[in-house]
């Protein structure tokens, strides 16, 4: 029931009164150390109170909770040490980690906590360590992984072609070569180690992402921007396409390129993850995946309603023209994607003003164009801007997120000899087996003096209110002018006792 009442208050508005209570219930825990303390009971969802305090956003809660964990080492004058509690908060022996839940959480109050203390130091001190160095390695090594899969389909076996012409818009001259055939001289050997490479990178692929599907979930694990939701997506995507590759090459099945050509672009696409390890270039990949799967996908539906329309008149109005005076319509596929090239205005209006265009052409091209040229793409692009405001008044917050689920998930991933535990062990200190992390911390006593200045400017008016209503409640049978002249000079006196108050606060400061 306690451990329940805990979990109650770090949800409560009133933080203070909750901070009160919740010291009070834990005043009575007889097991306040160890497996048995209520602060270390879960709930359902496998959260203590400390981490429910961090996946709400309850920042009041958190320091409240860390000031009771701290211990002060030494201080001398402004200067102080204090070791910080990071047993739930590191990430290096937790299943399910403190800093994974705030940045996987939906609440953007959840993602001020790692701008406090010690959890911003905790992070830095990870990621300027271990986290920075190792990705920019797995960035090169992943840009030279693609440089290779790249080099193995611009190489990739072909012959010329025997067979007669079936059309005379067929534009084939060369044919994929059948397995025999595909690896006979030595720069095919040379090839073969390269696919080799490509298929082995994409099997390691597969075995360290679905672990985390599995643990984290696919929904939470695809869906969250901040953890990079699809780019895991466009990674897996890419390995499935490269297996299909090798499968189709190995049964000497025509057709490779579709594969090959989806993981080469989504390869390529994919080097826009390691853009998260530098602050300048990291909260434009979350526009992008913003603008992509948020304003782009809504914007689809519309477009493609007015492509098919469009595309099936244009298709029905030169059914009976001569294609090859006016080949952009000639089939109903062909007219799909022309009407999409219009669509963007990647191509003018199609035209032969040498023979007679129908007249409905001209009449359809006009609505078409004022549709999607003047009120569609328009719309897209306020969109898109409203998009980049929200998200560049939030790209410090977005930026340093990403930079914790990226030090999660090198954490996880990497062995533990390459990333050794961050912070002291408290039994150097007599503190038992709980971690701590040392912090430096100045005292400003200027700060203190200024706050103290304050206090008693705020007690002296609230004197001075006090005897002003004393004085009008002693004289409420008197007339009501002078009630006024009362009412007014108690006014001004503590006008006038504040503003010398804060006179002297400006000069110390």
Same mark, same amino acid.
């Given at each position: 029931?306690?451990?329940?009442?805990?979990?109650?208050? /770090?949800l409560q508005?009133?933080?203070t009164?909750a901070c009160? =209570?919740?010291?009070?219930?834990? #005043?009575?825990?007889r097991?306040?150390e160890?497996?048995?303390?209520?602060?270390?009971?879960?709930n359902n969802?496998g959260?203590s109170?400390?981490?429910?305090?961090?996946?709400?956003?309850?920042?009041?809660?958190?320091?409240?909770l860390?000031?009771?964990r701290?211990?002060?080492l030494?201080? $001398?004058?402004?200067?102080s040490?204090v070791?910080?509690d990071?047993?739930e908060?590191d990430?290096?022996?937790?299943?399910?980690?403190f800093?994974?839940?705030?940045v996987?959480?939906?609440?953007?109050?959840a993602r001020?906590?790692?701008?406090l203390t010690?959890?911003?130091?905790?992070?830095s001190?990870?990621?300027n360590?271990?986290g920075r160095?190792?990705?920019?390695?797995?960035?090169?090594?992943?840009?030279l992984y693609?440089?290779?899969f790249?080099?193995c389909?611009?190489?990739r076996?072909?012959?010329?072609?025997t067979?007669?012409r079936t059309? #005379?818009r067929?534009?084939?001259?060369?044919?994929?070569?059948?397995?025999?055939?595909?690896?006979?001289?030595?720069?095919d050997e040379l090839?073969?180690v390269?696919?080799?490479?490509?298929?082995i *990178?994409?099997? /390691?692929?597969?075995?360290?992402?679905i672990?985390?599907?599995?643990?984290?979930?696919?929904?939470?694990y695809f *869906?969250q921007?901040?953890?990079?939701?699809p780019f895991?997506?466009i990674?897996i995507t890419?390995?499935?396409?490269?297996l299909?590759?090798m /499968?189709?090459?190995?049964?000497?099945? +025509?057709g490779?390129?579709?594969? !090959?050509s989806?993981?080469?672009?989504l390869?390529?696409?994919?080097? =826009?993850?390691f853009?998260?390890?530098?602050? =300048?270039l990291?909260?434009?990949?979350? =526009?992008?995946?913003?603008?992509i799967?948020?304003?782009? !996908?809504? $914007?689809c539906?519309?477009?493609?309603?007015?492509i098919?329309?469009?595309? #099936?008149a244009?298709y029905?109005?030169?059914?009976?023209e001569?294609?090859?005076?006016l080949?952009?319509f000639?089939n109903?596929?062909?007219?799909?994607?022309t +009407?999409?090239?219009l669509?963007?205005?990647?191509?003018?209006?199609?035209?032969?003003?040498d /023979?007679?265009l129908?007249?409905m052409y001209?009449?359809?091209y006009f609505? $078409?164009?004022?549709?999607a040229?003047?009120?569609?793409?328009n719309?897209?692009i306020?969109m898109?801007?409203?998009?980049h405001?929200?998200?560049?008044?939030?790209?410090?917050?977005?930026?340093?997120a990403?930079?914790?689920? +990226?030090?999660? !998930?090198?954490?996880?991933?990497?062995?533990?000899?390459?990333?050794?535990?961050?912070?002291?062990c *408290?039994?150097?200190?007599g503190?038992?087996?709980r971690?701590?992390l040392r912090?430096?911390?100045r005292?400003d006593?200027?700060?203190?003096k200024? !706050?103290?200045?304050?206090?008693?400017?705020?007690?002296?008016?609230r004197?001075n209110?006090?005897? *002003?209503s004393?004085?009008l409640?002693s004289n409420?049978?008197?007339l009501?002018?002078?009630e006024l #002249?009362a009412?007014?000079l108690?006014?001004?006196t503590?006008r006038?006792s504040?503003h010398?108050?804060?006179?002297?606060?400006?000069r110390?400061t």
């Open positions: 029931i306690g451990n329940t009442v805990l979990h109650i208050l /770090v508005p009133n933080k009164f009160h =209570m919740y010291s009070l219930i834990l #005043s009575y825990d097991n306040k160890g497996p048995g303390s209520l602060e270390l009971i879960p969802e959260l109170p400390f981490k429910l305090a961090g996946v709400e956003g309850n920042t009041v809660m958190f320091q409240y860390m000031q009771k701290k211990q002060n030494w201080s $001398f004058g402004p200067l040490t070791l910080y990071i047993t908060i990430s290096w022996a937790e299943d399910q980690s800093l994974e839940l705030i996987s959480t939906k609440k953007r109050e001020q906590i790692l701008d010690p959890v911003k130091e905790l992070v001190l990870k990621w360590m271990y160095p190792y990705f920019c390695f797995l960035a090169l090594f992943y840009i693609m440089v290779c790249t080099m389909c611009v190489y076996p072909l012959k010329p072609r067979g007669n059309s #005379s067929d534009n084939t001259i060369y044919v994929q070569k059948m397995l025999q055939e595909s690896y006979v001289a030595y720069e090839r073969l390269g696919e080799l490479i490509t298929v *990178g994409a099997v /390691v692929i597969l075995v360290l992402e672990p985390d599907i599995l643990r984290v979930g696919a929904a939470k *869906g921007t901040i953890l990079g939701g895991h997506i990674v890419y390995a499935c396409m490269i299909v590759t /499968v189709m090459r190995l049964t000497s099945t +025509t490779e390129v579709v594969p !090959m989806f993981a080469l672009v390869g390529w696409c994919n080097v =826009m993850y853009a998260r390890g530098f602050q =300048m990291g909260p434009f990949t979350i =526009m992008i995946q913003k603008m799967f948020g304003d782009l !996908m809504r $914007f539906w519309l477009m493609a309603v007015v098919l329309g469009f595309a #099936s244009f029905i109005i030169f059914q009976t001569n294609p090859e005076n080949g952009q000639y109903y596929p062909m007219s799909l994607f +009407t999409f090239e669509f963007l205005t990647i191509i003018d209006g199609p035209a032969n003003y /023979v007679d129908p007249f001209s009449v359809v609505a $078409f164009a004022i549709i040229a003047l009120l569609m793409l719309l897209l306020a898109m801007g409203d998009t405001w929200r998200v560049a008044h939030e790209q410090d917050e977005l930026w340093r990403q930079v914790v689920a +990226t030090t999660v !998930m090198l954490e996880r991933k990497l062995p533990r000899c390459l990333w050794p535990r961050s912070g002291i *408290g039994r150097e200190f503190l038992g087996d971690w701590y912090i430096e911390e005292v006593p200027n700060k203190h200024m !706050m103290r200045y304050t206090e008693a400017f705020k007690a002296q008016d004197d209110y006090d005897k *002003g004393e004085k409640e409420r049978d008197t009501f002018k002078k #002249s009412l007014s108690s006014r001004n503590s006038t504040s010398r108050g804060w006179e002297i606060l400006r110390n």
